[in-house]
Nanobody, 118 residues
């Protein structure tokens, strides 16, 4: 079982920046990694994903402002958030998944709160 722990959340003003980290209990080399977020009363939505080779994909709402990256040597995935706006306020969750033959394995962190307000 892979355990994921997020950190780096907090409260910032609009236009500010924040960097989230997600550290795993084991190797993430073979996993597709992602960040999701859930605002009060809303569904959990994909924010960004990064492939095993480092290729990134972003939701339209954050494209150009957020950057996802991974450091396999540190068993960690990051999310750098720039130009934050109040609509970015949510609990941010780390996700890791991989496919072995016909079976899919998926793991989630407990989440970290990000609040953007003036």
């Amino acid at each position: 079982q892979v355990q994921l722990v997020e950190s780096g959340g907090g409260s910032v003003q609009p236009g500010g920046s924040l960097k989230l980290s997600c550290e795993a209990s084991g190797s993430l080399e073979g996993f597709v990694l992602g960040w999701f977020r859930q605002a009060p009363g809303d569904q959990r939505n994909m924010v960004a994903t990064v492939s095993t080779s480092g290729n990134a994909n972003y939701a339209d709402r954050v494209k150009g402002r957020f950057t996802i990256s991974r450091d396999n040597a540190k068993n960690t995935v990051y999310l750098l958030m720039n130009s934050l706006e109040p609509e970015d306020t949510a609990v941010y969750y780390c996700n890791a998944n991989f496919r072995l033959d016909s079976r899919k394995y998926e793991y989630w962190g407990r989440g970290t709160q990000v609040t953007v307000s003036s």
